[in-house]
Nanobody, 121 residues
Framework: QVQLVESGGGLMQPGGSLSLSCAAS????????MGWFRQDPGKQRELVATMTENGNTNLANSVKGRFTISRDNAKNTVYLQMNSLKPEDTGVYYC???????????????WGQGTQVTVSA
């Protein structure tokens, strides 16, 4: 069993900042990738930012220069610092982790419950 618990998010005016965090717990051997996806109503979930355990990052073009992803491997936690927020950043942000668990034969993908981010004046 692996759980992803998200915190952060909320309502912010355009140009402001918000931060998200996600902690993974459970029968974890290693986490290859942790990150964030965003889903708008009626649309597919799309990548925002991910980071491998070695520190390699992948950010959506729309957030480059504004969002920063970081990770604490010892705490199995990933963070997303969102600066210069825009209304189009609004959506439900889901934590994502690709986890190798004890007793497993391969990596499994896990998702958090989602946290709402709203950017509006």
């Amino acid at each position: 069993q692996v759980q992803l618990v998200e915190s952060g998010g909320g309502l912010m005016q355009p140009g402001g900042s918000l931060s998200l965090s996600c902690a993974a717990s459970g029968s974890i051997v290693r986490i290859a990738v942790m990150g964030w996806f965003r889903q708008d109503p009626g649309k597919q979930r799309e990548l925002v930012a991910t980071m491998t355990e070695n520190g390699n990052t992948n950010l959506a073009n729309s957030v480059k220069g504004r969002f920063t992803i970081s990770r604490d491997n010892a705490k199995n936690t990933v963070y997303l610092q969102m600066n210069s927020l825009k209304p189009e950043d609004t959506g439900v942000y889901y934590c994502h982790a690709r986890v190798f668990s004890y007793g497993a034969e391969s990596y499994d993908v896990h998702w958090g419950q989602g946290t709402q981010v709203t950017v509006s004046a």
